[in-house]
């Protein structure tokens, strides 16, 4: 998303047609550019990108317990009402994009134990409005995270363990599909 320079904030111009001119209502909008096919010509792209998939792996550094401002963007973006959801017509949780699986790849600045009641939380709970609050709001499966623990002071054999885990893993959902 940075090297090609994806813009993260929904505005205006994310429609070729505007549905409601006079004011910004970023769902409505993108409900009608969803039925009239009106994105955006790169903001269509990663929506088709998206929409083609069957595994959706979303990669990022836990930022503020979350993913970084470039990809909770891109959310924003992509999983637009009528593309992820669609908002009033069919009720959240109802299966939308039941078809597809997705899952979470994050490197921490915190060891794994560090994730506890007592300090950042469990990281279920950390996770929780990413695993629960987006994909399966959208009705994907949600796939258990891989998360690199430590990942900024970890030597380079730790870094290669992960790299190899998160390959097998990897290679295992494609092989399960």
Do not use: C
């Amino acid at each position: 998303l940075y090297r090609e320079g994806f813009d993260p904030v929904l505005t205006e111009r994310d429609f070729t047609e505007r549905a409601i001119p006079e004011r910004l209502q970023p769902m409505d909008e993108q409900l009608h550019a969803a039925g009239g096919h009106t994105f955006a010509p790169d903001l269509a792209r990663h929506i088709d990108l998206f929409t083609a998939a069957d595994l959706l792996v979303l990669v990022s550094p836990m930022w503020w317990f979350s993913v970084s401002a470039m990809l909770k963007g891109w959310i924003d973006r992509v999983f637009a009402n009528g593309i992820a959801y669609s908002y009033p017509q069919v009720p959240a949780w109802s299966g939308f994009l039941a078809s597809k699986r997705g899952m979470l790849v994050m490197t921490s600045s915190y060891e794994r134990e560090q994730f506890r009641a007592d300090r950042v939380g469990e990281l279920r709970g950390v996770l929780h409005p990413l695993l629960y609050g987006t994909l399966a709001y959208t009705g994907m499966q949600v796939l258990e995270p891989f998360i690199a623990y430590a990942a900024d002071s970890v030597d380079d054999e730790a870094r290669a363990g992960y790299l190899g885990e998160l390959e097998d893993r990897l290679r295992e959902l494609s092989a399960d599909r």
